[in-house]
């Protein structure tokens, strides 16, 4: 990975051989079907193959791939703290991470409605091995973070990326990356130290509150009211429960798709203040604190729904919550959960999939007290 923003994006050959295996590929006439209804796909072809860049790819076919998602799996689609996408410096944005694809593909629509340049991804070298996803990471930005190799290969990975999201923030570009490796499976939305000493080490390390605060950092949150792969992530806690987990082939890909394609009525993303000020003021850059910061400011942005408080009341059997939903959600909510259960007879299974919605309430009240 070399140390330039701009160093990973497809130009050139490289671009049109993309848009050329992407106009192939065996999702291509799927995806003209419901992106392009009635257009001739000679003609879509034409026009895709006569793109030039990343920008202008995201700008067409992410555009609509985009709005097709929002139009026809989200009720609607909020954004707090939108106005500050809006001619915002490079800043690097740290989110909590619900779904593979879709919290990181959620931001960039916003930057594209408001006409402004979409940032770098930062996401698991792995999506780069899925046929599927391979050449649309490329197409999308994303730059792959390494998970395998011993510990002085992931090491270096780390420092690698570290110097290059240094290097893009400084070359004008901005970025998205998880706040933990991996999707918060139980609702627990937390920020991995290793995120923030990974973002540090490629700055001053006699003072890395100055070499974060210099990244603009910025927190984002996301909350779907339907938890995208709710009950796939419920299963498979349940699973590790009871001994070592074994991805099933495709696994991954089955969760994009599921992610993408299921109902998640209303979605909210909230676009927080940059921290440099706390950030810089956080002695000796303790990671720790940094990290709890973040934590507190992805929190506050993390808009509750009325499953959320169902949820709580019903692993408490109770009704605390009463007043933030009425019968009929939860009589819609019940049956989602009766339904799950019944198509996953486990023990313990319903508690799980209950917290998954439950957490985020326990997580506000104790920021809160």
Known sequence: MENTGNSYLPTGQEFTALMEQLTVAPYYPLALQYLYPGEDAGVVRSQLMALRSVDEFQDTFMRRFCKYIVDNTIDRLSCDGRDRLRHHPPSVFVSNHRDI??????????????????????????????????????????????????????????????????????????????????????????????????????????????????????????????????????????????????????????SIISGVLKAKGNVHLAIGKPLNDEIANVAHGDVAEVARLLDVHIREGYRLWPNNYIAADMLAGASRHAGHYSPQQRQAFTAYIDEACAENPMPDFRETLLGIYANPVAAKQTDNQ
């Not at 991804?121 to 197409?139: I, K, Q």
């Not at 400084?170 to 991996?182: D, H, K, P």
């Open 101 to 254: 694809v879709l919290d990181a593909l959620l931001l960039q629509y916003n930057h594209l409605l408001l006409g402004e340049k979409t940032t770098f991804e930062v996401v698991g070298s792995n999506l780069f091995e899925m046929p599927m996803m391979a050449d649309m990471a490329r197409l999308n930005k994303m730059v792959p973070i390494g998970r395998g190799g011993n510990r002085r290969e992931f090491y270096q990975s780390l420092s690698a990326l570290s110097a290059w999201i240094r290097a893009a923030v400084q070359e004008g570009e901005s970025v998205w990356i998880a706040q933990r490796n991996g999707r918060t499976k139980d609702g627990r939305d937390s920020t991995e130290e290793a995120v923030v000493k990974m973002l540090a080490m490629s700055g001053d390390r006699n003072h890395p509150e100055t070499a974060l605060a210099a990244l603009n950092i910025v927190p984002m949150s996301i909350s779907y009211e339907w938890e995208p792969c709710g009950v796939a992530k419920a299963r498979e806690l349940t699973l590790r429960k009871q001994g070592p987990y074994t991805k099933a082939p495709g696994e991954d890909t089955q």
